[in-house]
């Protein structure tokens, strides 16, 4: 019987997702990132530990394994393409292919690798369903129109910026740009922003690329990127609808409003005033 490789980096996600295959009669197995804090939790029998950056080794394991569809979920750190010495001799004939060492390149040049061993990469958004939201403002409290200028700005750069594969997240205020997400990740941009913001309520902006390839890092926001703009005292948080994946979406909104920090899910084909005139409930 053929099974679904949810290859693992640290986080939520692959938990949430395993729990999601089984359900639905899957017989998945963590492939455990090696170079990330992955850790299985109560799914100790499943998991098979794998270094991200051994492609032929991977996809030994797979073959071993029966292994035939694999799941990219969980945070691993965009640096490990600079720093990591611990490439195979596949790896290394892929890399020398790239056009770029961004991590997406590398992801979708070795898809086609494993899909040349019938393995295939699947989307994201599988079993996580439940963490996409359709357009609409989800806290209690009214964004003002000066905010919502802010936003429609800070998106307006924030799909640019994703388009250009440079990242996915700007931090904008009083439509100023204050910071733009690289390689360091979206937790140290919100930090750099809201130094600069001298603390006074800035605005996190997210969005994906346009034909956004589903199989590779999607946008995600959890509650440890609202604990961070809590402390640098972010206003606002705007997401692409659809697009973002909210990780236990019920108790991110929560501390959203306890926090004072406005969350909107954003999507160009609708007005932002239309979107603001009321509290949306959670799907």
Same mark, same amino acid.
């Given at each position: ?19 999601? @295959? ?73 890399? @020398? ?84 997400? @690289? ?101």
């Amino acid at each position: 019987m053929s099974r679904l490789g949810i290859i693992s980096g640290a986080g939520d996600l692959p938990h949430i997702a395993m729990k999601e @295959a089984l359900l639905h009669g899957e017989d998945p197995i963590f492939l455990a990132v090696k170079e990330s804090d992955f850790s299985p939790g109560e799914f100790q029998e499943r998991v098979i530990p794998i270094h991200i950056t051994q492609i032929g080794g991977l996809i030994k394991t797979c073959k071993k394994n029966n292994i035939n569809r694999l799941i990219l979920l969980g945070k691993v750190n965009k640096d490990i393409i600079l720093k990591s010495f611990k490439f195979d001799l596949k790896s290394i004939i892929l890399m @020398a292919k790239m056009l770029n060492k961004n991590d997406y390149t590398f992801f979708e040049v070795a898809s086609h690798e494993f899909l040349k061993n019938k393995i295939e990469i699947l989307s994201q958004k599988l079993y996580l369903q439940t963490l996409l939201l359709p357009p609409g403002r989800y806290t209690k409290k009214k964004l003002k129109s000066g905010d919502l200028e802010t936003i429609q700005y800070g998106m307006n750069l924030a799909y640019e910026l994703a388009r250009l594969d440079i990242g996915q997240s700007v931090v904008v205020m009083d439509r100023m740009t204050l910071a733009l997400e @690289a390689i360091e990740g979206t937790d140290e941009a919100i930090k750099r922003g809201g130094i600069l913001s001298r603390f006074k309520g800035a605005t996190l902006c997210k969005s994906s690329k346009p034909g956004q390839d589903e199989r590779f890092d999607l946008p995600t926001v959890g509650l440890q990127t609202l604990k961070i703009m809590n402390e640098y005292k972010y206003k606002n948080l705007s997401i692409q609808s659809g697009e973002t994946l909210i990780i236990n979406p019920k108790e991110f909104i929560k501390f959203a409003d306890d926090s004072g920090i406005n969350v909107l899910s954003y999507d160009t084909k609708q007005e932002l005033s239309e979107l603001n005139k009321s509290t949306k409930p959670l799907p």
